[in-house]
């Protein structure tokens, strides 16, 4: 059933089911490659609490959870923008850390942020992420642990906006044009 967010209609594209099978299937693989590892995972704020939160609930070994948000400015000396994480509270010095994103667009956000965390020298870094549009990517990166990929087009729901609105909704609806 199509839905309209603001002034834009919106067509379901991934159900809750489908949704909720991808994430028992990325926990599984986490639960085993990390035993005795107690992974550190890192959700970027706002759009993967969601996905953070189911995944978080099917991990079965011991381990931890630090949320960040992503603050982006122009820098004044520098071209292009500047991106800074906000509240990583926990030491990933020597940790097993696995960055939690909701969907991996160009490439940009995780380009700039994965090599401030390298430089904090975790032992491992991996980057889990629910969507990813293969045909946006202008930054190509490796994704480890991956939900969907998509076609190039916006969606909404299950954590991720459209102006604010739709990150409640429980499953993912794509823009109708
Ligand atoms: P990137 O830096 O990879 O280009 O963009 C990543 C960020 O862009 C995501 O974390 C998300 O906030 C936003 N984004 C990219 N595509 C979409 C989309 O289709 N829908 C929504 N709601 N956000 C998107």
Do not use: W
Not at 3 to 8: E, F, G, S
Not at 37 to 66: C, H, Q, V, Y
Not at 95 to 124: A, C, N, W, Y
């Amino acid at each position: 059933m199509a839905i309209t967010i603001l002034d834009k209609t919106f067509r379901p594209y991934l159900s809750k089911e489908q949704i909720q099978a991808a994430i028992e299937s990325i926990a599984n693989r986490i639960n085993t490659e990390y035993q005795g590892k107690n992974p550190l995972f890192i959700p970027i704020l706002n759009g993967s609490f969601m996905f953070a939160s189911d995944l978080f609930k099917r991990i079965t070994i011991p381990a931890e959870i630090s949320f960040i948000k992503l603050a982006s400015y122009k820098g004044t000396h520098s071209t292009g923008n500047v991106i800074t994480a906000i509240g990583l509270e926990t030491e990933i010095y020597q940790r097993h850390v696995i960055v939690i994103e909701d969907i991996v667009d160009t490439g940009k956000t995780m380009s700039v942020f994965l090599p401030q965390l390298t430089h904090q020298q975790p032992q491992s870094l991996k980057v889990c992420a629910l969507l990813h549009k293969k045909a946006a990517t202008i930054h190509p990166m490796q994704i480890d642990y991956l939900g969907f990929e998509i076609p190039n087009l916006f969606v909404v729901g299950y954590g991720l906006d459209y102006n604010g609105q739709g990150r409640n909704l429980d499953s993912i609806l794509q823009v109708d044009e």
